[in-house]
C-alpha cells in the first residue's frame, strides 16, 4: 500500500520559516515526479511547487517563487519544502502528491498569524 506522510507544518508568524516533509512508503519513491500543492478555506487546491523525479529541475508558483524551495532526498524516499519569509496568504493544508498518480498525503496545516 502506497502512503504518502506530511510533516512539518505548524503556526508561525509572518516572516518566519517552516520547512514541511514528505515521506514516500511502499513504492518506488525515485520514479515519481512530486509536487506540493495547498488549499486555503473556501478556495481551490492550487499546485505550490514541483520537482522532477531525479530533482533536476523543479518549478514554483509565481506566489511564492524566491521563497520557496522544493527539494528531494531519493535515498529518504522524501520530498521537502522549505517556506521562508511566509505571509498569512500562505495560510492552508499543504499536500504533497506523486505527480500523474492517484497517491496524495493527508495534509499538514500551515498557519502564518501574528
Known amino acids: 500500500q502506497v502512503q504518502l506522510v506530511e510533516s512539518g507544518g505548524g503556526l508561525v508568524q509572518p516572516g518566519g520559516s517552516l520547512r514541511l516533509s514528505c515521506v514516500a512508503s511502499?513504492?518506488?519513491?525515485?520514479?515519481?515526479?512530486m509536487d506540493w500543492y495547498r488549499q486555503a478555506p473556501g478556495k481551490q487546491r492550487e499546485l505550490v511547487a514541483a520537482i522532477t523525479s531525479g530533482g533536476s529541475t523543479t518549478n514554483y508558483a509565481d506566489s511564492v517563487k524566491g521563497r520557496f524551495t522544493i527539494s528531494r532526498d531519493n535515498a529518504k524516499n522524501t520530498v521537502y519544502l522549505q517556506m521562508n519569509s511566509l505571509k498569512p496568504e500562505d495560510t492552508a493544508v499543504y499536500y504533497c502528491?506523486?505527480?500523474?498518480?492517484?497517491?496524495w498525503g493527508q495534509g499538514t496545516q500551515v498557519t502564518v498569524s501574528s
Open positions: 511502499g513504492t518506488i519513491f525515485s520514479i515519481y515526479d
Open positions: 502528491h506523486a505527480r500523474n498518480s492517484v497517491y
